[in-house]
T-cell receptor, first 113, second 115 residues
Framework: AQSVTQLGSHVSVSEGALVLLRCNYS??????LFWYVQYPNQGLQLLLK??????LVKGINGFEAEFKKSETSFHLTKPSAHMSDAAEYFC???????????FGSGTKLNVKP | DTGVSQDPRHKITKRGQNVTFRCDPI?????LYWYRQTLGQGPEFLTY????????KSRLLSDRFSAERPKGSFSTLEIQRTEQGDSAMYLC?????????????FGSGTRLTVV
């Protein structure tokens, strides 16, 4: 079975500081992992994805994530937070038959000036 | 193409009433998905279509819920006899079955409030 766990429902950082959002996965098959961002009252936008190519994946808006099989993790990072990064971030794993995603419960990122 | 469109954006209804939501996917996408997102949670899968065929339904989709995609283009999600527990954001997404490693394109959602 596939699932993801996001550690920390709220993360607060200062503008310019490192952003680290944690995601651990469980999968009975090689995982395909995704990060989505959701701004208030909007749908989800794809940030980046891991599909078994490079373990370090770069996405939009300066975000990147590293797939670590030994730690079953796919943490999202950004070197320097910007006010516009304030949003909710969801980690997701694709179902084994590619028919659906399993989402984590989300992490709300607050960026302080 | 303007992406995935959902209508209405917001719906307030009284308990016991029926509601219907519409989703227009990206035109070349043959797969269409419905998810439900409650406050503080990630989206949960409800159902998906490939073209006009409904291929999978979650156990979350009770008998009061029905979804259709009659011509393989737009889709509707109907909730009959709404309950307060149905209050949530209903998200539609679309994708191409031929590119399973891509993510979905999500719509902006329909926020349902049952009073």
């Amino acid at each position: 079975a596939q699932s993801v766990t996001q550690l920390g429902s709220h993360v607060s950082v200062s503008e310019g500081a490192l952003v680290l959002l944690r995601c651990n996965y469980s999968s009975s098959v090689p995982p395909y992992l995704f990060w989505y961002v959701q701004y208030p009252n909007q749908g989800l936008q794809l940030l980046l994805k891991y599909t078994s190519a490079a373990t370090l994946v770069k996405g939009i808006n300066g975000f990147e994530a590293e797939f670590k099989k030994s730690e079953t993790s796919f943490h999202l990072t950004k070197p320097s937070a910007h006010m516009s990064d304030a949003a909710e971030y969801f980690c997701a794993v694709r179902g084994y038959n590619f028919n659906k995603f399993y989402f984590g419960s989300g992490t709300k990122l607050n960026v302080k000036p | 193409d303007t992406g995935v469109s959902q209508d209405p954006r917001h719906k307030i209804t009284k308990r016991g009433q029926n509601v219907t939501f519409r989703c227009d996917p990206i035109s070349e996408h043959n797969r269409l998905y419905w998810y439900r997102q409650t406050l503080g949670q990630g989206p949960e899968f409800l159902t998906y279509f490939q073209n006009e065929a409904q291929l999978e339904k979650s156990r979350l989709l009770s008998d009061r819920f029905s979804a259709e995609r009659p011509k393989g283009s737009f889709s509707t999600l109907e909730i009959q006899r709404t309950e307060q527990g149905d209050s949530a954001m209903y998200l539609c997404a679309s994708s191409l079955a031929e590119t399973p490693f891509d993510g979905y394109t999500f719509g902006s959602g329909t926020r349902l409030t049952v009073v």
